[in-house]
Every structure is written in structure tokens, then in C-alpha cells.
DNA sequence: TCTCTTCATTTCTAGACAGCATGTC
DNA sequence: CTAGAAATGAAGAGA
């Protein structure tokens, strides 16, 4: 027997049944869905397009997806666009697809029943040990997509051992096993102290008395037990608020005063304007004062988009980065060097814990950097080995944060990097260099139109207003080129009444 | 000297959801 | 404490 996967897949497929095969990494789900695709007689030449539908210029993974999904097969992770997710579960919904090859995400979000799960394997790579059994909740999540109520009376898990113990293992550690319990995740530190900073900016909260009073009926207290922890737990993150300014203890006693490192039961504690704008945006408080730290340095360095980027990039939000390959290290270390003037936070010391963030950090700027320098999709993907899935949602946190921290400028005032951010996050959005701007205001004028418009010298409105009818058609088509006439006769002179009103009337007689 | 093969060594590994206001190719 | 696929590199074969 070839292999114990791709025969599982033919037999079901063989019974007229479909099934799901989870894989640990995304490789080895793509090269799965390629080894079956590569033995099924089925032939959908327009799913095939319908892949590749949508995207200005198809990478590499979105032909191998194209190529699978042509022998209804497919795979499915992160990395997809969320369009060709969409289209994966729908027609896999709809009998199409046969076998989605994933990664362990299908399980945790959506709904996709199938007559047969197949687990390749249960070990995933976890970054401290090496590979490691995943936790028997994940496997029942997967386990759990077997079998069709609607259809079927049963379904059918299968989980593939290697060896003669490791099917004992996993027969005792998953079939046997007890799920792990569940941790709330308030205990997150993260979560926690966004959490504390939203209920104290919308007033639930005004004293450590009610936080504490709040906290105790939370999940995370009843696991936890201990409210005594629970207290220095949170004493310690109102205290890190305090710090980066965004609440403040008053004591009802003018006399006393607030010391450093203490916290009495009766204090009343608010947000500050900028806490509550903080806690508005959704920000992590860590992250907020990062981006204000960052701000607040504009002044003293050589500010450039990429010192934006940077600063944006080295959050929470942005988790998890671009991880930096051993071959890239260099060359991430050498713009480094290049760009150390225009960098809104300290360079961390080598032997810190933090560099590997930091110089991740910085190739996530870089990414995003060539981004907005125009640079094509496959290109990303060969040089950033970032997915098209990926990229959108790195720019879509990008705007977000960029969004954040345009509005932080704003309360602390720093009108002029206002107007520099808003640039970028139009930049940032769209995937223009600055130069394209003007062109951008138009409607159906994206990355691709307008650059082909500025390369024939139509650099902004005033050019396409004198630009002729005939000219425009070539480059864009009739239908635009009217368009976009009729979108500059309304905002450069709003006065066409006349011609309208002729025009009408006209057609009265 | 150059190309193709094969075997050994090294590298790399899953991922989601938040604000806001609408229209990309 | 543990794995395994894919990429890369080095050595070897053939021409």
C-alpha cells in the first residue's frame, strides 16, 4: 500500500462519501490535496478559474490550489484568501469537494461536517519542546466533524499511528482520555488589563473595591480561587495603567496623596481622556503606550513611513509576525543598519529575549513596506514567504493600528504627523506609493488603474480632466473612461447644470 | 568542466479577533 | 524528553 492517507481518501471518495483529513503543518496539507487530486477522475474546469477569480495576479499556492480543486480535492488554512475559503467550504457543503486537506483552524471555526475525519497526526510542533500531542480537546474538536446528522447515522474518526504503541498511546491519551480543563482566558494578561482599563473607562467600575468585587464572579476567580492573588494581580496592572497615564487615583482625603507603589481600598480611580480613548480603540494598554512612546519620539528622529511601519508592527495586534529564516537574517540585519535612523524605538540588545521579536518586527515592516511600494502579491510570497490569506490580514491590522495611532496623535496633538499618518494609512490600504495619491480619490481607480494612468503621464485630476475621451477608453475602457469624466465634471466644476438641463429638455420634445 | 543523481544535513513547523466606514480588479 | 517534510548542500557518477 502506497499510503495509508491517500487510500482512506480513494475509499471514501470510492463510497460516495466525503471526508476531511487533518494535517499538522500547512505543507504537508497542501502536498496531501495534491497527491489525491493527482488520482480522482473528477474535472471542475470552472471551479478551477473560480479560484484564481478575484485576484490580479495569482501566486504559486493559488494555481496548486486551483490545480486541486479542479479534481475536487482541496486544501484549506490561513494562508488562503478568505474568498477562497469561503468557496473550499461552500462547495465541500455542497458535495463538489470531496476532501479538504486542512490544518487543525477548520475545526475550531466553522461547521463542516464530513462522513469521515482522517488524522494524519496528532503531534503538532509547539515552539518550547519540539513536537508535542496536541490537547485532547483539539482532538475531539476534529474528531467531532465526523458524521452528517442530516445524512448519516454515523461517522467515522480515524486517527493514523505510526507504530504498534503509538496507536496504544493514542488510543489511551484521546479515545480514553479525559479533555483538558479550560483556562479562562481572562487570565491572559493581554485581555486582563484591557479588560480593567474598559471597565473602568465606561465607570463599572471606580474603585479596586468594585474591580475586585467584579472579578470575583468571573470565571477566571472560581478557577483561580485564591482572590488574595487575584487582588496582586490586579494591583499590579492598575498600577501599570497609572503609569502610562491612562487613569488616575484620586483619594477623597485632599490631604492624602497617592503614593508610588500603594493602592488603598477607598481611592477613586478613573480613566483619563486618552484611557478612554485607549479603551475605545480596542487597543492593549501595553500597545497604546508603545505607539504614544513611539509618537512622542517623532521629533527626534528621521521620520519615514517605515517608522511607522516598524512601530505598528512590534504590537500584540500583530501576532504572530514574520518569522525571520535563518538565510534572511542577514539581510533583515543589514536594512536594519540602514534604516537606524528612522526607528521610533530602541534598538534592543542582541542577547535580549525580545531581539527575535524585534528583528521579526522589523521584517514585518519591510513587508509592509514593499507593499506600499507597489510590490505584486507572488512577489511577497517568494520574498516574505507570506500567503495571500496573510497579507490581508496583516493590512487589515496595519490600518487598524495605523487608524489607533493616528488618533492618539491627535489627543497628544501632533498635528503635523497627523497628516503623514493619514497619508500612510491610505498607502497602506490601498498598496501605492505616495505618488499615486491624488489618483486614488476617484472611484474604480485601485493600485493597478491608477499606475497605469501616472506611467502615461495622467498624474492627477487636473491631467485627466485634459486627457481625451478616446485616449482614456484605451487605457481603461469606455465604460470607466465615462465615468470617471463624469466624476471630475462633477467635482471640478459643479456647475454642468446646464449641459444636463439641455439634455433633458431635449429628450422632452 | 559541466550536469545530473543521490545521499546527508539543515531548516522549519497552526492561527483568530478587535475600530471604522464603504466600495477594489 | 519527542517528528518529519522540504530545502539545501555536498559528494559522486557519468559524459
Given amino acids: 500500500m502506497l499510503d495509508d492517507t491517500l487510500f482512506l481518501a480513494l475509499e471514501t471518495i470510492s463510497l460516495n462519501k466525503q471526508a476531511l483529513i487533518f494535517a499538522s503543518t500547512r505543507s504537508i496539507a497542501e502536498k496531501t490535496a495534491e497527491d489525491i487530486s493527482l488520482k480522482t477522475s473528477f474535472f471542475f474546469p470552472e471551479l478551477a478559474t473560480q479560484v484564481l477569480k478575484g485576484i490580479s495576479s495569482p501566486t504559486k499556492q493559488c494555481h496548486r490550489l486551483s490545480s486541486c480543486v479542479k479534481k475536487g480535492i482541496a486544501f484549506h488554512h490561513a494562508g488562503l484568501t478568505s474568498k477562497q475559503k469561503e468557496l473550499v467550504e461552500e462547495e465541500f457543503r455542497k458535495g463538489t469537494i470531496k476532501i479538504i486537506c486542512c490544518t487543525p483552524t477548520l475545526a475550531m471555526g466553522m461547521s463542516l461536517p464530513a462522513f469521515r475525519v482522517i488524522i494524519k497526526s496528532l503531534k503538532r510542533y509547539s515552539g518550547k519542546w519540539g513536537m508535542d500531542w496536541i490537547p485532547v480537546l483539539e482532538y475531539l474538536q476534529m474528531a467531532g466533524r465526523a458524521g452528517r446528522p442530516e445524512f448519516e447515522s454515523y461517522g467515522e474518526a480515524i486517527s493514523l499511528a505510526k507504530t504498534e504503541l503509538d496507536s496504544l498511546d493514542i488510543y489511551n491519551r484521546y479515545i480514553c482520555g479525559q479533555p483538558e480543563d479550560i483556562y479562562s482566558k481572562l487570565a491572559v494578561e493581554p485581555v486582563l488589563r484591557t479588560y480593567l482599563l474598559s471597565l473602568i473607562s465606561t465607570e463599572i467600575a471606580n474603585s479596586r473595591t468594585d474591580l475586585l468585587n467584579f472579578f470575583s464572579k468571573t470565571f477566571w476567580a472560581h478557577q483561580f480561587k485564591d482572590m488574595e492573588k ?28 497617592v503614593a508610588a507603589n500603594q493602592l488603598a481600598e477607598n481611592y477613586f480611580i478613573r480613566a483619563t481622556l486618552i484611557g478612554r480613548r485607549v479603551s475605545e480603540l480596542y487597543l492593549d494598554p501595553v500597545t497604546a503606550n508603545h505607539l504614544i512612546c513611539g509618537l512622542n519620539k517623532s521629533s527626534e528622529i528621521n521620520l519615514t513611513p517605515f517608522s511607522f511601519l516598524q512601530l505598528i508592527s512590534h504590537t500584540l495586534e500583530n501576532y504572530p509576525l514574520l518569522k525571520v529564516k535563518v538565510k534572511e537574517f542577514e539581510e533583515v540585519q543589514e536594512q536594519l543598519l540602514l534604516k537606524k535612523a528612522q526607528f521610533l524605538e530602541n534598538e534592543p540588545s542582541v542577547y535580549d529575549l525580545d531581539y527575535d521579536e524585534f528583528i521579526s518586527s522589523v521584517k514585518t515592516a519591510l513587508f509592509l513596506e514593499y507593499w506600499i511600494n507597489e510590490s505584486e502579491e507572488d512577489f511577497l510570497l517568494e520574498k516574505f514567504d507570506i500567503r495571500p490569506g496573510e497579507i490581508h ?11 489607533s495611532t493616528a488618533e492618539l496623535a491627535r489627543l497628544l496633538k501632533l498635528q503635523s504627523i497627523l497628516k503623514d499618518l493619514n497619508k500612510l494609512r491610505i498607502r497602506v490600504k490601498k498598496g501605492v506609493k505616495e505618488e499615486l495619491l491624488p489618483l486614488l480619490q476617484l472611484k474604480g481607480i485601485g493600485r493597478k488603474r491608477a499606475r497605469k494612468l501616472f506611467n502615461r503621464g495622467i498624474r492627477n485630476l487636473g491631467d485627466l480632466n485634459t486627457v481625451d475621451l478616446t485616449t482614456l477608453s484605451q487605457l481603461l475602457g469606455t465604460t470607466l473612461a465615462l465615468d470617471l469624466k463624469k466624476q471630475l465634471g462633477a467635482e471640478i466644476k459643479p456647475v454642468p447644470e446646464k449641459q444636463t438641463l439641455g439634455q433633458l429638455s431635449l429628450k422632452k420634445y
Fill in 230 to 257: 487575584i487582588g496582586v494581580i490586579i494591583d499590579r496592572m492598575l498600577l501599570l495603567l497609572k503609569d502610562f497615564g491612562f487613569i488616575e487615583f484620586s483619594s477623597n482625603n485632599s490631604a492624602d496623596f
Fill in 393 to 403: 490580514v496583516k493590512l487589515e491590522v496595519a490600518d487598524w493600528l495605523l487608524y
